[in-house]
């Protein structure tokens, strides 16, 4: 089943902050991050493990709580290079199936 | 590493002809999958191979979808006949295997296909 992706669109002023959320109907083994820029193929941000470890890059981290079943990416101090949608990839409950699901994705437009 | 190579990167053709989807995972890698990506839709997993050997292929649409990965290096993903509901973009990712559950997989830059 589809992970949940809130907001589904963010518009942001540069300097802004954003959450993005990803919920899931089933217990979870990891998280992928992607961002995807029009036209071009989803990028790989970072991936999270069950154990609720967060991570961070640069100013963009996440957090994974496994009971809740959900992660968060956190951008900082937006910049406009962050514009794009961003997707959300879940594995689980283990990585027996190496596949990920996607979510619907998050459009987020950052404003000189 | 030249990363997932997928060719044609745009593809038109006409309703009822054959099209042909080609990709090149990264070298070493053992998994490879097939997504189409629609504004409707969004991002579906069509099909993923392991070692060249098709694992899940529950998300190929219906009997005019195939897909083949005949070497480590290579896949196709066909469709006969084309319908203007196929009209969509392609992508090929790959990942690696072994004991490392940290990989994730990598997209390849996507075939965008029109069917008229």
Known sequence: ?112 | DAGVIQSPRHEVTEMGQEVTLRCKPISGHDYLFWYRQTMMRGLELLIYFNNNVPIDDSGMPEDRFSAKMPNASFSTLKIQPSEPRDSAVYFCASKGGGADFTDTQYFGPGTRLTVL
């Open chain 1, 1 to 112: 089943q589809q992970p949940v992706q809130s907001p589904q669109a963010v518009i942001l002023r540069e300097g802004e902050d954003a959450v993005i959320n990803c919920s899931s109907s089933k217990a979870l083994y990891s998280v992928h991050w992607y961002r995807q820029k029009h036209g071009e193929a989803p990028v790989f941000l970072m991936i999270l493990l069950k154990g609720g470890e967060q991570k961070g890059h640069e100013k963009i981290s996440a957090s994974f709580n496994e009971k809740k079943q959900q992660s968060s990416l956190y951008l900082t101090a937006s910049q406009l290079s962050y514009s794009g949608t961003y997707f959300c990839g879940t594995e689980g409950p283990s990585n027996a199936g190496n596949m990920l699901t996607f979510g619907g994705g998050t459009r987020l437009m950052v404003k000189p």
